[in-house]
């Protein structure tokens, strides 16, 4: 196997905390008051309801928030600052929870913006519980929420290419929204797949489009306004790909199309949102006329060494 130095990648992807747009960011995170007696409520909205806290502290808390926009994962109360995050994401946590137990296990979530749905898994009383996501913004939210939450999670500014040479393996690993980010999407699966102790699970969401033939759309430019997507396969195509990268049993949990009800633009992110990637025309098409984002969700377990 290849060697990879991960600590000395960690220290480098440390370097970003230096960035001119970052640094700011971080040492208000690091002047965020020092509270005891945080009660912290884990529901659709991560409520953090800390004691006893000044106005200079609240409107401290509510400025730090929104210079840390965008804000895509969430919905986040942090005392009287309510974050209405551009994702409900709860509406896809709820739909994924029957289907998983995380209970003394060793659970990693790759591409874990703010840490949304980590914070959501410590109800489960995993054994451990590690983020993997390399932008420099969602580790600074996460670090902000968690400054107050206090929990055990741990954060590494580390991409999905890094799970298979990782210290140990997962018993559970989370790709959520990821696999039409990457060029190689069986490479992908691959270091996931060796990511995890044999009968180890994947659960996985990605765009798809409809049919039964084994094929995937390939954007010429973009899709829905975004550059970085490459493969948007069938359902069976996604299946072959996770055949080849070595799963074996695999489960399609639920196919969901999304909708302004889980994505929509709010006054925490200040890009665009769903809305604007559609054809205003046709909502089944996208801006550049191809199908509209719909989202297949998948379980795939890992039966061999």
């Known amino acids: 196997m290849q060697k990879v130095d991960l600590d000395k990648l960690r220290q480098e992807r440390l370097h970003c905390l230096e960035w001119k747009n970052i ?42 928030a929104k210079a840390l926009q965008p804000w895509r994962k969430g919905p986040f109360h942090v005392s009287k600052t309510f974050i209405d995050s551009e994702w409900r994401s709860y509406i896809k946590y709820d739909l994924l929870r029957p289907h998983f137990n995380l ?7 790759i591409g874990c913006n703010n840490g949304y749905y980590l914070f959501r898994m410590m109800e489960d009383n995993p054994k451990r519980l590690i983020g993997f996501d390399p932008v420099a913004i969602n580790y600074c939210q996460f670090h902000f929420l968690n400054h107050f939450i206090q929990s055990n999670i741990k954060y590494e500014l580390l991409g999905v290419e890094h799970v298979e040479y990782y210290e140990h393996k997962f018993d559970v690993l989370f790709c959520l929204g990821v696999l039409y980010h990457r060029a190689d999407p069986i490479g992908t699966l691959k270091s996931l797949f060796k990511g995890l102790n044999v009968g180890g699970e ?50 399609i949990l639920s196919i969901v199309k999304t909708d302004s009800k889980e994505q929509r ?6 890009t665009q949102s769903l809305e604007d990637f559609l054809d205003k025309d046709n909502p089944n098409r996208t801006v550049e006329g191809y199908p509209a984002p719909k989202r297949v969700y998948l379980k795939a377990k890992r039966l061999k060494k």
């Open 103 to 109: 209970k003394d296990k060793i659970v990693g979530d």
């Open 265 to 270: 633009k709010t006054e925490w992110i200040n």
């Open 23 to 64: 640094k700011p960011l971080w040492e208000a995170i690091s002047s965020l008051p020092t509270l005891n007696n945080t009660k912290v409520i884990l529901g659709d909205s991560v409520k953090i309801l800390p004691d006893n806290l000044t106005k200079k502290d609240e409107e401290f808390i509510y400025r730090t």
């Open 202 to 251: 994947l659960i996985l969401d990605t765009f798809m489009i409809d049919g039964e033939d084994e094929v995937c759309l390939t954007p010429k430019d973009r899709y829905s306004k975004l550059a970085n997507i490459y493969f948007i396969p069938t359902i069976n195509a996604l299946k072959n790909w996770c055949y080849r990268a070595g799963f074996e049993e695999l489960e």
